[in-house]
C-alpha cells in the first residue's frame, strides 16, 4: 500500500522540477528554426550510442538505432488524446509536452537526428564519463531500446528520458539530473529560513484572505512539515 504522504511529496516535487525548468519547454526564437536545419554528421553514430542534447537547464537523451533514427522518451499529451498514429508521430510541440509532462502520458518514440535535436549540439556517450559506468555491448543497448519503443509510463523524478537511456545503456535506469534536483530541495528544507518563511507567508495568506481552512491549514501544515524533515 502506497504512502499518502509519500506520493504528496513526490508530486510536489516533481511540479517543483517542472517550474524550476520551465525554460526547456519555452517558445524558441525565430533563430532556433534555422538552426533545425543544421547539419549532423550521423555518419559518426554507432547503433547503441547515447545522443545526448544540452538544454537549458536540462538534457534530453536517446538511443542510436542507425539509419539517422533516434529512440528517446517524451511526453505527448496526445497519446491520451487519439489512436491517430498519423497525428502522434509529428514533432512533438512545446505545448504537447509540456501537458504530457503535467498529465504523465509519455511514449518512447524514433524521430531522426535533426527533429530529436532539433538544432542542438550532440554530445556521443557522455553519460560513459559522468557516471562512470561500465556499458552493455552496443547491439544490447539498441535492442533494449526497440524493446521498449511505445507508449510507456512517465515521470519527472522517477521515469524520464535519462532513466531510458540509462536503463538500456548500462542495465539499471538511474538520473543524475532528478537526483541533483532532490538534493537541492533537501537543501533548501534543511535550511530553518525555509520555515521562517513558509510561516511568514502563511500568515500574511490568512491576513490577506481571512481566516479559512483552505488558508490556516497550508499556513500551520506546511511550517511543521518542513521544520520535522529539517
Not at 497525428?87 to 524521430?111: F, P
Amino acid at each position: 500500500m502506497k504512502n499518502p504522504m509519500l506520493e504528496v511529496v513526490s508530486l510536489l516535487l516533481e511540479k517543483l522540477l517542472l517550474i524550476a525548468n520551465f525554460k526547456l519547454f519555452s517558445l524558441g526564437s525565430p533563430g532556433e528554426d534555422k538552426g533545425r536545419n543544421r547539419f549532423y554528421e550521423i555518419s559518426s553514430f554507432l547503433r547503441g550510442d547515447v545522443l545526448e542534447v544540452p538544454r537549458t537547464h536540462l538534457t534530453h537523451y536517446g538511443i542510436y538505432l542507425g539509419d539517422n533514427r533516434v529512440a528517446h522518451l517524451m511526453p505527448d499529451i496526445l497519446l491520451a488524446l487519439t489512436d491517430d498514429k498519423g497525428r502522434t508521430q509529428k514533432v512533438v510541440s512545446n505545448k504537447r509536452l509540456i501537458l504530457g509532462v503535467l498529465v504523465k502520458v509519455a511514449s518512447i518514440r524514433v524521430d531522426t537526428v535533426e527533429d530529436f535535436a532539433y538544432g542542438a549540439n550532440i554530445l556521443v556517450n557522455h553519460l560513459d564519463e559522468s557516471l562512470k559506468k561500465k556499458a552493455l555491448l552496443n547491439e544490447e543497448v539498441a535492442r533494449r531500446a526497440e524493446k521498449r519503443i511505445g507508449l510507456t509510463s512517465y515521470s519527472l523524478l522517477w521515469d524520464n528520458c535519462e532513466h531510458f537511456v540509462t536503463y538500456c545503456r548500462y542495465g539499471t535506469p538511474v538520473s543524475p539530473q532528478a537526483d541533483k534536483f532532490c538534493e537541492n530541495v533537501k537543501i533548501i528544507i534543511r535550511d530553518q529560513r525555509s520555515v521562517l518563511a513558509s510561516a511568514v507567508l502563511g500568515l500574511a495568506s490568512i491576513v490577506c484572505m481571512g481566516l479559512a481552512s483552505y488558508t490556516t491549514l497550508p499556513a500551520i501544515f506546511i511550517p511543521f512539515c518542513l521544520w520535522m524533515a529539517g
